[in-house]
Every structure is written in structure tokens, then in C-alpha cells.
């Protein structure tokens, strides 16, 4: 705990401030290095601590695989060091199927060094936990699949595909439809802030592709979603009720 | 049954976590693919609702005794595995709650619990993706193995909890 209330009163707000600072990072010293707990959170909530081994001149910074372990309890070894993989090349962080690390780091930038490793781990535990999400919903999902099927017939539709946004940023859609005109692209959205925000970021990356595919979100739950979320999907996609008849469903194609 | 909708699924998940449940068949800890984990998979019944698919699964490090073990109940539904409860005892990293009551939010934990009451208050993707993000002090902490069974029969609802080995800790192994 930071500060109680009694104690509120008699310290000054710099006080305040250096004890929550003290508090939220917390050193630990053993034989051949030390452990740095940081302020970075996990989806989870866990906080992410580092090790730092001396390797004269130079040293080791590493998240000594604690976000492998957050995949772990998570059930998503798998999945966790694949993007762990993506991240670490984008990071430039080294990854070895379970640790997050730095060989080399100087001494006068550990402290940055320190933070990079840690939302590394983070991004890559972040990574694995929207995939998780991805996969719940398996119904809905079955029943998109097959409308578009029925739709535009079972050739033009491929199931669980990944797209490629104008972010270079890859991005799962439920499904892609090889329309005459132009594809379709279809996520399945329910009507949670989370659902709506991240099928937001995916819908906007990708229609803003030279050559777009039609974005569609498919609404879970229609009367459900509030006005905002509406208006914040209409302007990413074309909108659509999972129980919308056919005949709305092909006329995307039109 | 054929679970549909995220309501239903969570409904699924709460019957599943008031269940009393017993272990049908005690494996031992082995070890995982990481060198000094130690990982553990258990069978759980529940006698009185005839749930299928319930395991405990329990994670503790090989050279870190009393320390750093965690427990985590989950259920599958249709070949996808949904966590339930959890309790981590004295972990390695805190965890700080990003959800929850006044109260709570924003509440640090070092040996927390991770009620599905608590979590039921989320939606399923919340819940799924923050692993039971919203925990509460373990309490009473236990002080060693055997009292932290005591906590897996009275928070996790294992009537025959006392059956678990203890993890085959080496303190001087590296």
C-alpha cells in the first residue's frame, strides 16, 4: 500500500510522489545478478520484472521467461512464441523459444534497455491473448461462414485468413470472399468495448489498402451495441447483423 | 449441449465453478519443457453435477521451494480450454488488478486468488484475455504446501485436495 488516508494528511504531494515511484519498481540482489521489477503490466495484470547478469564490459538484460510463463498459464506456449518471434524481429529484442533478452546492452543505457525488454515481453504476451480471444466465439463464427457460403457460394469464401493492412500490420478476418467486383473482408464483432476497438483497428488498416476489400462487420448480438459503437464501426466498414437475410449479405458483392 | 453464445458459456463456466469437486486420478508433477519446471495435470469430478471436462493444472519451479506455485482450475468446452479459478502463491511478480470494484481496482497482490465470482462481473473476452484478471489477497496466506491445499479444498472447492503431492523441489538444483 502507498500511503494511507491518515497519512495523506501529513505528507507533502512530493513525498506522495517519490514513496508511489519507490513503490511501483523494487530491486532484488542474488548471487549472480539482480532483478529489476518493473511497472509494466501483463494483460494479465502481472508485473514484469527483468534480470540483469554482468557480462564485463557489458550486460545481459533478460525477462527471464516471463511472458513465456504468462502464455503458459494462459494454455498458449505456441502461439506465444510465434509472436514472440514477430515481435523480437520488430524489436530487435532476442527471443530463444522462451526468453526475451539482450546480450550486450551498455551500461549508461540499461535503464531504456530494461524497458525495451519488458514491453517486448509485453507485446508478445498481448499478441497471444487477442488470439486467444480470436478463437472464442466458434458458433458465430460457423454460422458466418456458412451465410457467405450460402451467399456467394462455397468456392468464394475462405475461412480464418489473414490480411495484410496498409500498416504492414497482419490482421485475422473470420472470412475473405472472392467477389467478381472486389473481396469481401468479414469480422465477426460482439458488442464489447474490446471487440468493437480492436475490430476498429483491423477494418481501418486494411480499407485504407490501395486495392481495399470491402470491410464488413459482422454484428453478434445487433441490438445490443450502443450508438457509439455503431457510428465508430460505420466508419471503418460496411455494418452488418449476423441474422441479416441473404439477399442483404449479397448484395455487398453488387 | 452445444454452447453458443458467450452467456452461455459463462453460465457453463459458473456452474462449473461452484461445483464441489474431487480428484479421480492424482498424476504426479513432471517436468515441463522448460528446465526446473515443474507442471502437474489432475482429473476432476464433480460427483453431484456430472460435469465433464474439469482439470486442475498446477506450475511450480524446481529449485524455488514454498514459493512461486500456481493452480489453476479449467473446464473444456468443445476441445477449447477455458480457465476457471486460480490461486498463485507467493509468485514471483505481483499482480495488480486493471479490473474490478472500487476497492480493488488498481489493488497490488502478491498470493492472490482468482475467484470466478469476481471475474464474472467481466465479459468472456475480458475475462479470457486478462486470464481471471481480478484477484483477491489469498487469504488466509498459507505458510506452507499442505496449509496451501487447505486453500485449494476451501476457495477452489477440491474436497480431497489433501491427495496432492508436493512438487519434488531440489533448492540446490540449478
New interface residues.
Partial sequence: MVADSSLKKELSISEIATKVAKELSHVEIFDDGARI?TPV?M???????IRINAMEPKFLVSDD??G???A????A?SNFRRYASIVSQQTGVQFNS?EFFELEAELDNLPGIVAIVADASRMAVQLT??K??E??????TAQIIEVLRHAFGTNRVNSDVEIRGASNETWHFDALVKADRKDIAVLRV?P?R??VSSAYVKLDDVRRLDDAPVGVAALV?RPEFSPEQIILLNRASVIMDLNSPLRDWQRLAA | MILRSDEEILNALRKAAKAEKRIIAAAGWKQGQRERELKLSIALQTPKDLIAGLELRGNAILNQPDKNVTFQVTLDIRGQIFRLERIDWRPQNPHVNRFGPPGLRGLRVESAYHSFDLNSTLDLETIVRGNLPIAKPLNPEPNDFNELLISLREHLGIMNAEEIMEPPWSPTLL
Avoid at chain 1, 43 to 49: C, E, K, L, T
Avoid at chain 1, 72 to 75: F, P
Wanted: glycine share 12%; charged share 30%.
Fill in positions: 521489477r503490466l494483460p494479465s495484470g502481472r508485473q514484469i520484472s521467461g516471463v513465456y510463463r504468462e503458459e498459464l494462459m494454455g506456449e522462451f491473448a487477442e486467444l480471444i478463437n472464442l466465439g466458434f458458433e458465430e460482439k464489447s474490446n471487440s448480438r
